[in-house]
C-alpha cells in the first residue's frame, strides 16, 4: 500500500508539474516528485528485507484489527490503485484545485504512516518516521504554496 501511495503521489506530482502555468510551481511540483520518486526506493528496500514466506503461528488480534483499519484508509482516503496519480494529475483545472488536491494527498499519507508505525519493527520504525517529517515538509512546501498564489 505504502509503495502504490509513493507511485501514485510521483504520477500525480509529474502530471502537476507538466499542468503548472506558474514556474514556481512547476518546480515546486518537480521536487516533490522526485523526492516521491525516493520514497520509492526506500519503500522497495523495505520489501526486498520482509521473509519471502512468514506463517504467523497465532492470529494477534491487535495486528489484524490494525491491518484493517489501514486498509479502509487507503482504500478510502489514499488513492492505492495503479495509475490513480495520472488520472487524477490529467483532471487538474487550476493550480488552486492542483495545490487542494496535492495538500490532501499529504495530509492522508502523513494518516496512513502514523498509522503503519503501529505494526512495523524498531528498525523499520526510523524510517517510516523519517518518511512521515519529509512528507510533512512536502505539507508545509504545499501550504505555502497556496496562500502565496
Not at 104 to 126: P, T
Amino acid at each position: 500500500m505504502a509503495l502504490r501511495i509513493e507511485e501514485n503521489g510521483f504520477e500525480y506530482y509529474t502530471g502537476a508539474a507538466r499542468a503548472s502555468k506558474s514556474k514556481a510551481l512547476k518546480t515546486l511540483f518537480k521536487t516533490l516528485a522526485e523526492q516521491e520518486k525516493d520514497h520509492i526506493k526506500v519503500f522497495l528496500g523495505l520489501k526486498g528485507q520482509l521473509p519471502e514466506h512468514e506463517t504467523p503461528a497465532a492470529s494477534d488480534p491487535y495486528t489484524d484489527e490494525a491491518a484493517l483499519y489501514l486498509n479502509a484508509i487507503a482504500d478510502t482516503k489514499v488513492f492505492t490503485s495503479p495509475g490513480e496519480g495520472k488520472k487524477l494529475a490529467s483532471r487538474i483545472k487550476s493550480e488552486k484545485q492542483a495545490l487542494t488536491c496535492a495538500i490532501g494527498m499529504e495530509k492522508d499519507s502523513i494518516l496512513f504512516y502514523y498509522e503503519l508505525l503501529k505494526m512495523i519493527r524498531g528498525k523499520d520504525m526510523v524510517v517510516v518516521e523519517r518518511l512521515i517529517e519529509q512528507e510533512k515538509e512536502h505539507l508545509r512546501k504545499l501550504k505555502q504554496a497556496f496562500v502565496n498564489l
